[in-house]
């Protein structure tokens, strides 16, 4: 009978659109048990992940391609397998990123900063830009094949979930658990707020060390010091030396003098300090240093801020007040040089913190800032990976989590910015604060009128920190949100386990009192083909756009989670990715071969029950046939097992290898013979639907669009055919067809494998490779004879199989059990099988001669040059191992002739 044909080539560009707008007008990206619906069953435990929300005003790069590709992967795994499965998608506000970006438009389009515009216009201006550029990053996300419930998109500046921020912050504050006081931050002066440790980038950079004297009070005696930061010895409050050190012992309780200013500071002892490091006494500044602020906590120190917010010297900082730190750490030391208290500088290599956004370099500075009292939510935190209810995959990253989280300090949660969740506090002239979940109108406390609100708004993370909870109603106790939480996975990169993963986690457990979710999948880094990190000065960033333009999103998809493993970072190079486009291609050509076959069914009844392949059937079954049954058992049992231990990577190459070589390079060569035996040809094209279909469906989570489309095309031939009860119970979308179960090991399956291996793959593996030894063209016809004491009778049987696809005469081939060769002649062993190629009634081409012939004449000239050159001085006067390097190459060449003269013959 007549089918369509497929296409010739897979057209990605006009597929993927189509099939993604199929699959959402269908209502195949939300969960099939809905508590909002009729029929909603409780009892069905839901699969749930939370998308990590990307920057509203962000662009794709390739580690949202590698997020996405590898959550959508699980969400299509578990929908396969009958599970409700959700996937709730949204963006986050991203506070500093997205007022920067629309701060420069501002200054481009307007050339107006925000402080001229004003707050309430700013923000209003960003909720515009928000609504202009908010939905490019989630259409980008839709291009990779994502399928999230788009019905349940989330915002963190939505209603719903600014709510959820105002009930957080409140219940904190409400517990004690958010103060408000001067700490030592990461400030930002480009940006003029603090940042959080995540904003912060640290580099490896040329600096310089400044040695100089730290002189004693009422003595000419001093203590050698060196720092990277003159500047910063305005705002010294102490020396430190280790109680042990010999050289500055006596020093100890006595007084120092601040250069310069002239302020008396006194000499301190502290087991932190090291005496083999510099020159053994440190400058203690603990208004910017972190250390130094602890090393004062212990010493009860003054603490002296010397920076404002604009990072200029500030009126502790005397002459030096209203400089820049960089101009003021010049003329400083110039002034040190000529009070003679300069030792040395040297240049010197060290990390330095600059801001991830702006560039600059962030100042440990004390400010007054909100935070989170952190211990007792970190505790928490701690017992529900140490009790198990949360796994951490891969498990290497528990003890990475449990250092942050029992050396974990008050979280900073207020920002100097207008973009975002306002801190919910107003403060009344009498100095008391008051907060609610509602705007209040008078003062808390004392009732005053004359209220205003905090000028801060909310780390961004606190409210992403909420997200797997708020995104489904908290604090309201919504149906999503008794049914869908606790979610199951949070997949993320291993990039953000503390800063967002671990503060998930707290604030999870804090608020609904159960684990927001039960498995943290840690993905790696996405780094170039040579292993190195990708960045605009390196020059290597692959734009993850252009690939898909280039090569479709199947091909980057399947790049990323074949190179991933869990925790490890990921190579990446075009090549790699165009090769894939290769296999889409390869797995097209498949299709079209199937569903052709399918086509050249008359309509004799099928020898399939009820679409399932029956044991009765297998009788039937050719060597092949029983072969790749067996290997396509042996593939969904190992997938489902590396799917359990999240080896995704490993999965995709086992598809990937069964596909492309046993299917493709093997069955489907054979199944071509197999097609035009009329006894064969029904069964053939049975186990060839039967192979492809159950293939397609491990390889979708991997590849969606090309499969889908395929399986369609492979459905509807199906449907139209003779063998059309093995469609049966397919659905009409592969996206909700049955995920292939795994069954039990059965005997037959090794002995098949072993069969096929010893009778058709070995041999013809070693006819295939003799022939390019011998540079023996697939035209050039000979014979074979096979000895095989244990299988003589199936190499009969497989004659015309083994001759056909190692291109030798089935005619001029032979089998025995027993056999001895007369003569001199070419043998190959193969296991328990000898090969002997018949080639003496074998003509050869005089092209062929011709090329002998040209190559033994190049052999014999390198011959004739090498021996000439070792016969001369050459082997006396150039060094031995030179010497025996051309020998070794005269030997080869000599060998080679030798080869060719035979050949010839």
């Known amino acids: 009978m007549t089918q369509p044909e497929l296409p010739k080539a897979y057209d990605f560009k006009s597929t993927e659109p189509r099939i993604y707008e199929m699959w959402e007008q269908g209502g195949y990206f939300q969960p099939w048990n809905d508590p909002n619906k009729p029929g909603f069953d409780p009892d069905i435990k839901p699969f749930v992940i939370s998308i990590p929300p990307p920057n509203v005003t962000g662009e794709l790069h390739l580690g949202h391609a590698m997020f996405v590709s590898m959550e959508d992967l699980m969400i299509r795994y578990h929908r396969m397998k009958g599970i409700p499965t959700l996937w709730v998608p949204g963006t986050d506000h991203a506070g500093i990123a997205t007022q920067l970006m629309v701060e420069r438009d501002l200054l481009k389009t307007e050339e107006v900063t925000r402080e001229e515009l004003g707050r309430e216009e700013f923000v209003k201006r960003t909720w515009e830009w928000k609504k202009k550029y908010g939905g490019i990053i989630t ?232 935070f989170v009292t952190i211990e007792p939510l970190a505790q928490a935190a701690l017992e529900a990976v140490r009790d198990g209810r949360i796994k951490i995959v891969p498990e290497r990253f528990e003890k990475v989590y449990f250092n942050w989280l029992e050396n974990i300090k008050d979280w900073c949660i207020s920002r100097q910015l207008w973009w975002g969740h306002r801190i919910p506090v107003w403060y009344c002239p009498n100095g008391h604060m008051t907060t609610g979940r509602e705007d209040p109108t008078q003062c808390g406390t004392c009732g005053s009128t004359e209220i205003h609100q905090d000028e801060d708004v909310l780390d961004t993370w606190f409210s992403s920190g909420l997200w797997p909870f708020s995104t489904l109603g908290w604090p309201d106790e919504t149906p999503d949100l008794k049914y869908f939480y606790p979610t199951s996975y949070m997949e993320t990169g291993y990039d953000i386990l503390f ?198 469906r491990l390889l979708h989570p991997f590849t969606p669009f090309v499969t889908e489309d395929l399986w369609d095309h492979l459905r509807n031939a199906v449907r139209n055919s003779p063998v059309f009860a093995l469609a049966a119970d397919w659905p009409n979308a592969l996206i909700v067809a049955k995920w292939p179960e795994p069954g039990e090991p059965e005997e037959w399956e090794e002995s098949k494998i072993a069969d096929f291996e010893e009778v058709i793959q070995d041999p013809v593996r070693a006819n295939r490779n003799f022939h390019a030894e011998k540079n023996i063209k697939p035209s050039q016809k000979h014979g074979v004879t096979y000895v095989n004491p244990y299988k003589a009778e199936l190499f009969r049987e497989y004659l015309p199989t083994i001759s056909a696809l190692s291109s030798t005469d089935v005619e001029q081939s032979f089998v025995y059990e027993q056999y001895k060769p007369s003569g001199a002649v070419t043998s190959l062993v193969v296991g328990s099988t000898e090969i002997y190629p018949i080639l003496s009634g074998m003509k050869r081409s005089e092209g062929d001669t011709a090329r002998l012939e040209k190559e033994l004449k190049e052999a014999q000239s390198h011959i004739e040059r090498l021996e000439k050159l070792l016969a001369g001085d050459f082997a006396s006067k150039a060094p031995a191992q030179l010497v025996a390097k051309e020998r070794d190459k005269l030997s080869a060449y000599k060998e080679t002739a030798e080869k060719i003269k035979a050949q010839l013959k």
């Open 139 to 370: 259409t980008q996300i839709r291009r990779l094949g994502a399928s999230c419930d788009w019905s349940r998109e989330r915002f963190t500046l939505d209603d719903g979930l600014s709510r959820a921020v105002r009930e957080a912050f409140v219940r904190l504050y409400e517990k004690g658990l958010i103060y408000r006081g001067p700490r030592l931050i990461n400030w930002s002066p480009g940006l003029k707020t603090a940042v959080s440790d995540l904003e912060v980038e640290y580099s490896e950079e040329e600096a310089t060390l400044y040695y100089f004297k730290y002189k004693l009070q009422g003595s000419d005696e001093f203590i050698p010091v060196a720092t990277i930061r003159p500047e910063t010895i305005l705002g010294d409050t102490a020396v430190a030396v280790h109680p042990d050190d010999e050289r500055y012992k006596k020093y100890i309780g006595r007084n120092a003098i601040v250069p310069i200013l002239n302020r008396a500071i006194p000499v301190i002892a502290d087991d932190y300090v090291s005496m083999e490091f510099g020159t053994g006494a440190l400058k203690i500044t603990p208004g910017h240093d972190p250390n130094d602020y602890a090393i004062a906590q212990r010493h009860n120190l003054p603490i002296i801020s010397v920076l404002d917010t604009a990072a200029k010297v500030n009126e502790n900082g005397g002459p030096y007040k209203g400089q820049d730190r960089f101009e003021a750490r010049k003329n400083m030391w110039a002034d040190m040089k000529k009070a003679g208290l300069v030792i040395k500088t040297e240049p010197y290599r060290t990390t330095i913190p600059r801001s991830q956004r702006g560039g600059e370099i962030v100042e440990p500075m004390i400010s007054t800032q909100w």
């Open 499 to 696: 800063f967002w993963v671990a503060r998930m986690i707290m604030l999870g457990l804090e608020f609904t009192g159960e684990a927001p979710f039960h498995t943290v999948y840690l993905h790696g880094l996405i780094r170039d083909e040579h292993g190195r990190k990708m960045s605009k000065t390196y020059g290597n960033v692959i734009d993850p756009l252009i690939v898909m333009d280039d090569f479709g999103t199947d091909a980057l998809r399947f790049t990323l989670l074949v190179g991933s493993s869990p925790g490890n970072d990921t190579s990446l190079s075009v090549k790699k990715v165009e090769a894939n486009r290769n296999f889409a291609n390869k797995i097209w050509n498949v299709g079209r071969f199937v569903i052709s076959a399918i086509a050249s069914l008359d309509h004799r009844p099928s020898t399939i029950d009820n679409g399932q392949l029956s044991i009765v059937d297998r009788q039937k079954w050719s060597l092949a046939d029983s072969w790749i049954q067996a290997r396509l058992r042996q593939l969904v049992r190992d997938v489902e097992r590396l799917f359990q231990n999240f080896q995704y990577g490993e999965a995709g190459r086992h598809i990937y290898e069964f596909l492309w070589s046993d299917f493709a390079d093997w069955y489907v060569e054979i199944a071509k013979g197999q097609l035009q035996d009329e006894e064969s040809k029904a069964r053939t094209v049975e186990t060839l639907v039967h192979v492809f279909d159950t293939a397609l």
